[in-house]
């Protein structure tokens, strides 16, 4: 049976009014940036909290054990949207379905975690995890997603995504001393990468990608790649201490750092959060944020197996790495790459795919280990 008894007094209340208050917060910051998004932004809260609420008590060992049906359904997704898939802005990542856009990608990603999360624990069970053939099994497991992803492109979902995973495979038991020769020869692989993008014929990158990256390395030669998050730093930078506060633009006060940032509901969602809240209130939202990672990586701990440990700390680490990412984009701490900001920026399909985290991880709570 998917629904078991559980006992109530384990619902883990603080997580899900986290993730609930940071979602409707997502919903008033998109409205004061472009309210054609609210109703599409509400709609969407409205059906993660019915998936959060619904998978807290489908037990997670259920979905696990469907892993591998689940990871052909991602691999299907992921090719017919190279073949049928909106393409806008040269990037192949959509379907667009009865006015609703669903992005495959994004939904690859609390998947994957379900998958290697009962893979590895499998091995971790053999005391396997550092053999070869584990390694190798990992690699193409890992390869066949990352390259779909990269075709669309999506490099920013492609390098979250990544990380979680060799995150997961750190949990597992991997031994320091393949890590240190894989750096060992990933750090120069890193640098003969960077010297082939910026020849001219180079095949690995869209111009617009070499742009970018080549930016963030010599900004005074890329201005109007930078401009973006120059502007985006600008906004957070006038929000000061306290902020302006929400909705100002619409009460005819002077909003233009703001408003020079284009498709700000999305990747850029936090210049908004910054100018609105200022450095205090931003401070509070990355907060929660943080809060929400450390109460997955409770569960984590808890947690009655080796799957449920790694399901909730893949949650975690996907949630801590892609808000770092956005945020650092925003702050022009990092290279500019599009990924949204979790539980706060519009999309659909990626507030789904954090309420399906989030709803195991939840039942995952509901059957901690007994001591």
């Not at 060992?184 to 742009?211: G, R």
């Not at 700000?264 to 969602?269: E, H, L, P, S, V």
């Not at 022009?332 to 979790?342: A, H």
Request: net charge neutral; aromatic share 12%.
């Amino acid at each position: 049976m998917p629904f078991k008894r559980y006992n109530i007094r384990f619902y883990n209340f603080i997580l899900i009014f986290l993730v609930i208050a940071l979602m409707i917060l997502g919903v008033y910051v998109i409205d004061s940036v472009n309210d054609e998004y609210t109703t599409k932004q509400a709609v969407g809260v409205a059906l993660s909290i019915i998936i959060m609420l619904v998978l807290s008590f489908i037990d997670y060992h259920l979905i696990s054990r469907l892993y591998i049906p689940l990871y052909i359904a991602s691999i299907i997704l992921l090719v017919l949207v190279l073949i049928a898939g909106s393409t806008v802005n040269n990037a192949t990542r959509w379907f667009t379905i009865a006015g609703i856009t669903f992005q495959p990608s994004e939904i690859s990603k609390p998947i994957m975690i379900v998958f290697f999360s009962t893979y590895l624990s499998n091995i971790m069970d053999k005391e396997k995890i550092n053999s070869f053939r584990c390694i190798i099994g990992f690699v193409m497991f890992w390869a066949v997603p990352i390259f779909l992803i990269y075709q669309e492109p999506d490099l920013s979902t492609l390098i979250c995504l990544t990380m979680v995973l060799l995150t997961l495979f750190f949990l597992s038991g991997l031994s320091y001393k393949i890590i240190v020769v894989a750096l060992l020869i990933l750090i120069p692989i890193f640098s003969l990468f960077i010297w082939y993008i910026q020849k001219p014929d180079q095949k690995l990158l869209y111009d617009h990608q070499v742009k970018r990256i080549m930016s963030f390395i010599y900004p005074s030669e890329y201005e109007d790649e930078t401009m973006q998050q120059e502007n985006s730093v600008m906004a957070i930078g006038s929000g000061q201490l306290m902020g302006k506060g929400l909705g100002r633009d619409k009460e005819g006060a002077d909003t233009s750092d703001t408003n020079l940032i284009s498709e700000q509901q999305t990747d850029f969602i936090f210049s908004k959060v910054g100018e609105s809240f200022g450095f205090f209130g931003s401070t509070i939202i990355i907060g929660i944020i943080l809060l929400i990672v450390l109460q997955c990586i409770r569960v984590g701990r808890h947690a009655r197996d080796d799957v449920g440990m790694l399901i909730s700390l893949g949650v975690a680490a996907l949630i801590g790495y892609q808000s770092f990412i956005n945020i650092g984009v925003a702050t022009r701490l990092l290279p500019n790459t599009g990924i949204p900001l979790p539980f706060i920026s519009y999309g659909l399909t990626s507030l789904w795919s954090t309420a399906i985290g989030i709803g195991m991880v939840l039942n995952i709570s509901l059957q901690k280990r007994k001591y």
